[in-house]
């Protein structure tokens, strides 16, 4: 309610100023004590061997230096993923850099990892402090050469690995020149190998297993995403997300800033999105669960990724353009 009477004025300023606005407004009401919500109930349940409250969580790059955890789950969220975090601060691409198209619920974005830095994201999650689950996406430096890309991922994987309750490997962001490529068979292979090794030595390190997840773009092919399928399993892979924002612009090609570059995501992205993640659980079974993310605005949306093979689902742009309303409509779908 409060939202719908908000949003005309929110949608007036510049999208990455209304961004800013909105999540210092939400921090505050966090702090004051005006926003204190706990997860919406529902059958809790276990997937990568951790208690979920409820499976709809907060997808990456809402809150990228885990500013406003805390206050991000007062919305009743099951879970919070923080990220992209990249090893070293970097500003991102030149503003403007985030537009809305309000005619088709959609949004596009080449923010670039604009984030603080690993460091700086591991002392604001110590801060909050936070209880519930909590997953930390990865990413490589815009300015590390794509041969050295797994050094980027290992730093990172080996600062947050304690405080995370998963890590996701980012490969699938298209405002970083070519790290998409990382998602091809030879590059990946040697990602999740490497990876893997690192987190079998950092369980004996820290006597906690964190789960490895792998988010991948909705913009594959389907021999593309059955070999990352039978990678995630030769590797023991604990999890997927799929996706990430589409380079493609079918259905807005019309619409006021649909030629800018950067990903799209949002109802254009729906029904990509749950046909990656359908693909996916026909090759899948059940044996590495799927994370579904992409365009969920609305009940029906939620449902249609849950009945495509997902076991837990994520909302950004629906956020946007619905408010905190749609996390217990989502909830409620996948629940009740
Ligand atoms: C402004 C913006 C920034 C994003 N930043 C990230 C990011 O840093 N890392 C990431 O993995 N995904 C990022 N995403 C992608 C979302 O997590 C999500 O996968 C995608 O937007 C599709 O979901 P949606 O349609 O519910 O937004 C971003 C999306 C938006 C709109």
Redesign the pocket.
Known sequence: MLYSLLRPLLFSLNPETAHRITLNAIESAHQFKALHGHPIDCKRRNIMGLDFPNPVGL????D?NGEHIKALAAFGFGFIEI??VTPRPQPGNPKPR?FRIPQANA?I?R?G?NNYGVDKLVENVKHANYQGILGI?I?KNFDTPMEKSCDDYLVCLRKIYYYASYV?V?I??PNTPNLRQLQNTEELDHLLNTLKLEQTKLADKYGKYTPLVV?IAPDLETTQITSIAILLIKHKIDGI?A???TLSRNSVEHLPHSSETG?L??AP?TKL?TTVICQLHGVLQGAVPIIG????MCATDTKEKIDAGASLV?????LIYRGPKLVREAVDAICK
């Open positions: 997808a990456a790059g809402l990228k990220g992209t985030l949004m974005n923010l990892f996406n990413g996701v980012n699938s962001s988010k997300i996706t990430n924002s990903g995501s949002g992205l999105a993310v992409g365009g969920i994520q909302i950004y742009t629906g």
